[in-house]
């Protein structure tokens, strides 16, 4: 089946610090979502991005699917972005109809 | 609009009992998923109900799980009985068209169960 991979595991900023997180996925994909997972372990939807760019506030996202890899980007961090940022896709190439997780970064803002 | 919502929250329970999880979707989606992530591993699918008919229950860890969708409304996950490594957090998500559509999920704010 297909495989999601998200780099760092683990990442630790200063507030103001800009950050990348990075998601590869091993298959063509037809829907990509990125989440946040806040301290009460609730999961927020950030993006559906299965393509192209979109931005909204201080985060933004990038999927080039031809290279099988999605970026998202934090400017100005904030403690309030501490949490598990999780990417997922959707491969229909495989008949799949459910999102496979990646394993998450887990960010830390510190003050 | 509501978003997805499920009940409870939180369910402490001992080894051996029963537990049932319940997830309403947003209103108008006709996909309904079940997810969970149990010891801090990855989110894992459970299973995908489509109104009231399963269209891929693969996920499910063995015949202790039942999930049902009666009316093709709300959905209830039924762990009977629990063991240890049931602990984790389940969600539950819902999207108007399916996935392979390019159609959005959308999570609700999940159960946490201990079984102690």
């Known amino acids: 089946g297909i495989q999601v991979e998200q780099s760092p595991p683990d990442l630790i900023l200063q507030e103001g610090a800009n950050s990348t997180l990075r998601c590869n996925f091993s298959?063509?994909?037809?829907?990509l979502q990125w989440f946040h997972q806040n301290p009460w372990g609730q999961l927020i939807n950030l993006f559906y991005i299965p393509s192209g760019t979109k931005q909204n506030g201080r985060l933004s996202a990038t999927t080039v699917a031809t290279e099988r890899y999605s970026l998202l980007y934090i400017s100005s961090s904030q403690t309030t972005d501490s949490g598990v940022y999780f990417c997922a896709v959707c491969s229909f190439s495989g008949g799949y109809n459910k999102l496979i997780f990646g394993a998450g970064t887990r960010l830390a803002v510190h003050p | 609009e509501a978003g997805v919502t499920q009940f409870p929250s939180h369910s402490v329970i001992e080894k051996g009992q029963t537990v049932t999880l319940r997830c309403d979707p947003i209103?108008?989606?006709?996909?309904l998923y079940w997810y969970r992530r149990v010891m801090g591993k990855e989110i894992k699918f459970l299973l995908h109900f489509v109104k009231e008919s399963k269209q891929d229950e693969s996920g499910m860890p063995n015949n202790r799980f039942l999930a049902e969708r009666t009316g093709g409304t709300y959905s209830t996950l039924k762990v009977q009985p629990a063991e240890l490594e049931d602990s984790g957090v389940y969600f539950c998500?819902?999207?108007?068209?399916?996935?392979?559509?390019?159609?959005?999920?959308?999570f609700g704010p999940g159960t946490r169960l201990t079984v102690l």
């Open positions: 209103s108008g989606h006709d996909n």
């Open positions: 998500a819902s999207s108007q068209e399916s996935l392979t559509s390019g159609s959005e999920q959308f």
């Open positions: 298959d063509s994909v037809n829907n």
